[in-house]
């Protein structure tokens, strides 16, 4: 199984400012004949379901405000917030799509300063 | 809009086999994968396994030996059957849609889940 961790496990931001999240898998999710990392990051808001905002990485998923973006290639992958809004307040999950068993990342939790 | 609403009982004893339904509106079944997913109270998110349209399956191995996932495409729904359950498959249960593989191939379309407590 590809194990995914994220750091931090939670994070205080001012409204405005920048938030990071890092995530890391065990082994790569980068897919060589379609040059496409499988990663993807989730929100999830208490009472909801998870809403997909990144995937293949980078590609931001169609009606996501664009203060949201994301990085990195193989192993490593970040989610930035470029300018957290309070709606930002959530658990952020990583999840690699790369290989069965999928597998998801322990979240890391949002909140305002 | 694709939607998903997931049926089924919400309490159940030890011992006994979790059913759930999905039913997908607005989009058909065909050409897609249709997973499970779980979220434990307060805890992350694990994959049950998934199905294509075709029926071909996909399992967690570690749930394997007690999961079988379905497809019904006359009606448009896909099934889950978790057998002998004990407290530790108390979760919320999601039903799910993954991207075509040309689109991306993450799930993206999710229902707004189905808690099942196991509890004698």
């Known amino acids: 199984d590809i194990v995914m961790t994220q750091s931090p496990d939670s994070l205080a931001v001012s409204l405005g400012e920048r938030a990071t999240i890092n995530c890391k898998s065990s082994?790569?999710?980068?897919?060589?004949?379609?040059?496409?990392?499988?990663l993807a990051w989730y929100q999830q808001k208490p009472g909801q379901p998870p809403k997909l905002l990144i995937y293949w990485a980078s590609t931001r998923e169609s009606g996501v405000p664009d203060r949201f973006s994301g990085s990195g290639s193989g192993t490593e992958f970040t989610l930035t917030i470029s300018s957290l809004q309070a709606e930002d307040v959530a658990v952020y999950y990583c999840h690699q799509y790369y290989s069965t068993p999928l597998t998801f990342g322990p979240g890391t939790k949002v909140d305002i300063k | 809009q694709v939607q998903l609403q997931e049926s089924g009982p919400g309490l159940l004893r030890p011992s006994e086999t979790l059913s759930l339904t999905c039913t997908v509106s607005?989009?058909?079944?065909?050409?897609?994968?249709w997973n499970w997913m779980r979220q434990p109270p307060g805890k992350g998110l694990e994959w049950i396994g998934d199905?294509?349209?075709?029926?071909?399956?996909n399992y967690n191995p570690s749930l394997k030996s007690r999961v079988t996932i379905s497809v019904d495409t006359s009606k448009n729904q896909f099934s889950l059957e978790l057998r002998s359950v004990t407290a530790a498959d108390t979760a919320k249960y999601y039903c799910?849609?993954?991207?075509?593989?040309?689109?991306?191939?993450?799930?993206?379309?999710w229902g707004q889940g189905t808690l099942v407590i196991v509890s004698s």
């Open positions: 199905i294509y349209y075709t029926g071909s399956t």
């Open positions: 799910v849609r993954s991207k075509s593989q040309s689109q991306g191939g993450a799930p993206d379309y």
């Open positions: 082994q790569s999710v980068f897919y060589s004949p379609k040059y496409k990392n499988y």
């Open positions: 607005g989009g058909p079944v065909m050409n897609y994968y």
